[in-house]
């Protein structure tokens, strides 16, 4: 039998799985936080609040 198990893939994809996700969060979190979007996010919050039905995003 070849030297790949179950448990070595399940042991492999568990920390693949925990880095990939800690990677796509933090550019998620870099990505909000650039100065570039302030605006941007500062108008999409106030979205909700606006009395104005008429005007999409």
């Known amino acids: 039998m070849s030297g790949i198990t179950y448990e070595v893939l399940a ?4 920390q693949f799985g925990i880095l990939y996700f ?3 969060f933090i550019v998620g979190i870099a990505y909000a936080l ?3 979007h ?3 996010f500062r108008h999409l ?4 609040l606006d009395q104005d ?3 999409d995003v």
Do not use: H, T
């Open 53 to 55: 039905e008429g005007e």
């Open 38 to 40: 302030s605006d941007q």
């Open 34 to 36: 650039r100065p570039r």
């Open 45 to 48: 919050s106030q979205l909700p």
């Open 22 to 24: 800690a990677v796509i």
């Open 11 to 14: 042991r492999f994809a568990q």
